[in-house]
Every structure is written in structure tokens, then in C-alpha cells.
């Protein structure tokens, strides 16, 4: 298994967990990454406006969500892959993806 199927795994085993653990905002998880510069992102976390999502940034809403994932999947990497230099989650808006996508996932995760 290569490395990103394996992180794959990891956020497969701890994702309605993390769902359940975060009650900020009103926000969508989709266990579907995106190649954002690069560099493979595993969850998409959508809130509802860019102006949720900047807040979010600002009062590290997002660095809350990223720790979480690394403190519920760390006991399950044997491999000790996953640390906390990495990103490994994607933060977007639903008014980006009306905006500039129709409102279509399929497009937006095919880009």
C-alpha cells in the first residue's frame, strides 16, 4: 500500500469521530481530499461563507480541527507517517463551490 492510500485508511478510521468531535460553525466533512500546490489534502472541510471560513483561520478554528485529526488518527499509524508539519486537511467554503462550481462537487474534486 502506498502512502497516500494508507493516510487514506487512517482518515477512513477516524473520520466520523472527528465529525462528531468539532461543533464550531456549521461545517460539511467530505472524506475526499484535494490536490491543493501539490500536495495531497485527505478531508475537504467546507463552512458555510468565506467570511466562516477566514474567521475560522483567524481564530484557529482550523488548527483545532488539524491537531484533532493527528490526536485521533496517531494510534493508528504503526508507520508513524502522519505528524504535525503537514497539512492533511482541505478548508474551503460552500459559497466557493456555488460560486465557481455550479455547486457540483464532481467538478470541484475534479480540478
Known amino acids: ?8 485508511q487512517l482518515v477512513l ?15 460539511e466533512f467530505i ?4 490536490l491543493y500546490k ?4 485527505y478531508i475537504t472541510v467546507f463552512f458555510h461563507t468565506e467570511e466562516e471560513r477566514n474567521d475560522a483561520f483567524a481564530d484557529g478554528v482550523c488548527n483545532q ?5 493527528l490526536e485521533l488518527a496517531k494510534p493508528y499509524d504503526k508507520e508513524n507517517i502522519l505528524n ?7 478548508y474551503d467554503s ?16 475534479a480540478e
Open 65 to 69: 480541527i488539524d491537531r484533532k485529526f
Open 84 to 90: 504535525s508539519n503537514r497539512k492533511y486537511i482541505y
Open 31 to 34: 472524506a475526499f481530499g484535494k
Open 13 to 27: 478510521k477516524v473520520f466520523d469521530e472527528l465529525k462528531d468531535s468539532i461543533e464550531h460553525y456549521q461545517l
Open 94 to 109: 460552500m459559497e466557493n463551490l456555488n460560486k465557481n462550481y455550479q455547486g457540483k462537487m464532481p467538478v470541484y474534486f
Open 1 to 8: 500500500m502506498d502512502e497516500k492510500e494508507y493516510i487514506h
Open 38 to 41: 501539490d500536495v495531497q489534502m
